[in-house]
């Protein structure tokens, strides 16, 4: 019996670094080779789905960025958005006092716990780093709630795999 692959919610800033230009910025310039060293080898081992929401923010900004971001997750599966998606977003926009220019993180999310997914994939740590991250899980225990393991790439791909210490 062949074992079930783990669920990844694919964030915005994952097509956002796979496909930006290369950045003279040591840090981004890190974060885009990790996020296509994943995208290359190790995005095959999940089932990825993303949500009207991902596609919304990668559609902004410069028309050929855009079109790179949208086309690298055209064959991703789409959660479609819902009723229970937008209540619980609104509640951990409270919870966690996340500003109206960040509200899509709760959605991204809210998304995720509703679809019972196992992992959250981003760079954007901002508003829900690891305090953050605290209360949305004690939240959710106390609800019943799944809650999604938030990771970036560089915590899978398999390159270190067989580092040794």
């Known amino acids: 019996m062949g074992d079930k692959k783990k669920t990844m919610y694919i964030e915005t800033t994952i097509p956002s670094y796979a496909t930006a230009r290369a950045s003279n910025d040591l840090i ?28 919304d923010e ?11 971001r949208l086309t690298l997750i055209k064959d991703i599966p789409l959660l479609s958005k819902s009723p ?5 977003a609104e ?16 959605y991204h999310m809210a998304t995720a716990v509703i679809y019972k997914l196992d992992y959250v994939l981003s760079w954007n740590f901002a508003h829900l780093g690891f ?31 067989d580092d040794v210490l």
């Open 28 to 55: 981004k310039a890190s974060r885009q080779a990790l996020t296509r060293l994943f995208w290359e080898k190790d995005r095959h081992n999940y089932d990825l789905y993303i949500s009207q929401y991902v596609i």
């Open 84 to 88: 229970e998606i937008d209540a619980l």
């Open 131 to 161: 305090e953050s991250y605290i209360k949305l899980l004690q939240y959710n225990n106390a609800h019943n709630f799944n809650t999604p393991l938030l990771i970036n790439p560089d915590s899978l791909n398999s390159e270190d795999k």
């Open 91 to 106: 509640l951990y926009k409270h919870l966690l006092s996340i500003p109206l220019k960040a509200e899509m993180d709760a």
């Open 58 to 68: 990668c559609s902004r900004g410069d028309r050929d960025a855009a079109q790179k």
